[in-house]
């Protein structure tokens, strides 16, 4: 087995994030509750674009937030995600290779529908709610996954969010074997209930078969096992997966492995806007877990990223952002 070339290949929904302050009164407008995330059409996008001043515009996508957090930590990584040529497509692949990831996709040429976009409306109590208008990215398959960037990363990361089409499905499940054949390590976040509620069976059966490293949320976890209990979802999980890592906001993180649960807990910090709090808790934990840390040393710096994400503006760590 060669060394890896990368310490982590993120696999995820392409999307360009539009962040814009708003009032509680601009969002009940728009009907959407506060915190939810909810899909939309181009024309939708569009509507809402009218009627805010965005503060910010970035690559995002839940995957591709981890893989920027963990490249900003040190970590040399990669990613994999499906975006148009169009300018917000260009823009998203220029944006994440300024990041310093490696970025082997292709922008697509004529496709049949735009880069996706998400705007997420964040209220003076730091929530954010996301509409998402998901275009090309959901076309992801088989195809998209580049073999030498799997092969060459010690861990393959991927975003329950894509597995939402059959073709992503496949290329979760090809994905995962051309990293195990070439002794390699898969992960997995279940991104939202949502999810799970919609492919449980397949997701257990990918957990199950598939993968070593399971990134989940309380209320996750709890989805994909049919349980009120985290003790009895996080014991099940443990089953499933070589090493689950399970966060549940203010009260920390749950490592279990072997067997063995480890509680690791976390600072109060005051909250300025929670987009990108898990994706930032797993680019620290497999930032530290590249650089063979202890998996309780693993979950503090994961709790530490998360921290540093959520007290400022974005799914992205702010320039002074350092862990020392
Ligand atoms: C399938 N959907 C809806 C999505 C997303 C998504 N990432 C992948 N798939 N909807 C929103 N996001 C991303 O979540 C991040 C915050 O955790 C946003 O792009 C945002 O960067």
Redesign the pocket.
């Known amino acids: 087995m060669t060394a890896p070339t990368l310490d982590l290949l993120c696999i995820?929904?392409a999307?360009?994030?539009i962040l814009a302050p708003v009032s509680h009164e601009t969002l009940a407008a728009l009907g959407s509750p506060a915190g939810s995330?909810t899909?939309i059409d181009a024309a939708q996008a569009a509507d809402i674009e009218a009627r805010i001043v965005p503060e910010e515009v970035m690559g995002?996508?839940?995957?591709?937030?981890t893989a920027v957090v963990a490249a900003r930590l040190g970590a040399r990584v990669g990613y994999l995600g499906k975006v148009a040529a169009d300018e917000a497509g260009l823009g998203y692949a220029a944006d994440l290779s300024a990041q310093g990831l490696a970025y082997p996709s292709v922008p697509v040429e004529n496709a049949d529908r735009p880069t996706?976009r998400?705007i997420?409306l964040v209220t003076p109590d730091g929530q954010?709610t996301?509409h998402?208008y998901?275009g090309i990215?959901?076309e992801f398959g088989p195809e998209d996954v580049d073999r030498d960037a799997v092969s060459s990363a010690a861990v393959t990361y991927m975003?329950g969010?894509?597995f939402?089409k059959e073709r992503a499905q496949e290329a979760f499940v090809l994905a995962a074997r051309t990293a195990h054949a070439a002794g390699r390590r898969v992960a997995l976040t279940l991104?939202?209930t949502f999810?799970v509620a919609r492919h449980r069976a397949a997701f257990r059966a990918l957990v199950a078969g598939h993968i070593d490293i399971l990134f989940a949320n309380e209320a996750e976890i709890c989805a994909l096992y049919e349980t009120e209990s985290f003790d009895v979802a996080a014991e099940a999980a443990g089953r499933d997966a070589a090493l689950v890592v399970l966060t549940r906001s203010e009260k920390g993180a749950v490592v279990i492995s072997e067997g063995k649960s480890r509680a690791v807990p976390t600072d109060s910090v005051a909250v300025v806007d929670t987009?990108?709090?898990?994706?930032a808790f797993a680019a620290g934990f497999l930032a530290a877990l590249a650089n063979a840390h202890t998996l309780e040393a693993c979950a503090a710096l994961g709790n530490r990223a998360a921290a540093a994400i959520i007290t400022h503006m974005g799914?992205r760590p702010s320039e002074t952002f350092t862990l020392r």
């Open positions: 995820g929904n999307i360009v994030d995330m899909l995002g996508g839940s995957a591709a937030n996706a998400c997420i954010r996301m998402t998901l990215c959901t975003e969010y894509l939402d991104s939202d999810c987009t990108g709090a898990g994706d799914a």
